[in-house]
């Protein structure tokens, strides 16, 4: 009998898939381990729990989170990279609905490399207000009224969260409005 060689990554892999395409909830290690066409107990090799899979999901999550909103404000500065970054925080979502669930499921408190990737997501949205003038404090409490602000918003879309017939795009945009508005007058303060 040949046996099927696995590694993290393709446990991770078929987790992420899995939750994208069933729901983050339908991921068991049963499951997986189907997907892999493998018996639970060799998922074990490469992690060590249900709750190591979430986490790892929640990790992977936010480091393709970090490197779209990276992407998004390449050549951008203001609100400009406020609204790109906005933009590609909702479309990670979409395309990814499970695997950005996880996120919520596994606390980052105390867990170092959790903290680091959220604090890599916060740094990304950061850099890109620096065209604002804002001293270092500000833009930090800025970028993480944007990251909740994205967050909140992608979060009740992908759920279903806005019954309201009023169009979400347009919702979305002021949004951003709002957000620039409060970064535009924090500089203003600051100045």
Same mark, same amino acid.
């Given at each position: 009998?040949?046996?099927r060689?696995?590694?993290?990554?393709?446990?991770?892999?078929?987790a992420?898939?899995l939750a994208?395409?069933n729901?983050?909830d339908?991921?068991t290690?049963?499951?997986?381990?189907?997907?892999?066409?493998?018996r639970q +107990?060799?998922l $074990?090799?490469?992690? =060590?729990? &249900?709750?190591?899979?979430i986490r @790892?999901?929640?990790?992977? *999550?936010?480091?393709i989170l970090?490197a779209?909103?990276?992407?998004a404000?390449?050549g951008?500065?203001?609100?400009?990279?406020v609204r790109?970054?906005g933009?590609?925080?909702?479309?990670?979502?979409?395309?990814? +609905?499970?695997? $950005?669930?996880?996120? =919520?499921? &596994?606390p980052c408190?105390g867990? @170092?490399e959790?903290d680091? *990737?959220?604090?890599?997501?916060?740094?990304?949205?950061g850099?890109?207000?620096?065209?604002?003038g804002?001293a270092?404090?500000?833009?930090?409490h800025?970028a993480r009224?944007?990251?909740?602000?994205?967050?909140?918003f992608a979060?009740?879309?992908?759920? =279903?969260?806005?019954?309201?017939p009023?169009?979400?795009?347009e919702s979305?945009?002021?949004l951003?409005?709002?957000?620039?508005?409060?970064i535009?007058?924090?500089a203003g303060?600051?100045?």
């Amino acid at each position: 009998m040949n046996r099927r060689t696995l590694d993290t990554e393709q446990v991770v892999e078929a987790a992420a898939t899995l939750a994208d395409v069933n729901g983050l909830d339908a991921v068991t290690l049963t499951r997986v381990a189907e997907k892999l066409g493998v018996r639970q +107990p060799a998922l $074990y090799r490469h992690v =060590d729990s &249900y709750d190591a899979l979430i986490r @790892a999901l929640g990790l992977r *999550a936010r480091e393709i989170l970090a490197a779209r909103l990276s992407e998004a404000a390449v050549g951008l500065a203001g609100d400009d990279a406020v609204r790109a970054m906005g933009r590609a925080w909702r479309v990670m979502v979409r395309d990814h +609905p499970g695997l $950005y669930a996880a996120t =919520d499921r &596994y606390p980052c408190a105390g867990d @170092a490399e959790l903290d680091e *990737a959220v604090g890599r997501v916060v740094q990304v949205l950061g850099l890109a207000l620096v065209a604002y003038g804002l001293a270092d404090d500000d833009r930090v409490h800025a970028a993480r009224s944007m990251r909740s602000a994205f967050h909140g918003f992608a979060h009740l879309e992908s759920g =279903d969260g806005h019954p309201h017939p009023v169009d979400l795009d347009e919702s979305f945009d002021r949004l951003v409005d709002l957000l620039c508005a409060g970064i535009h007058q924090m500089a203003g303060v600051a100045a």
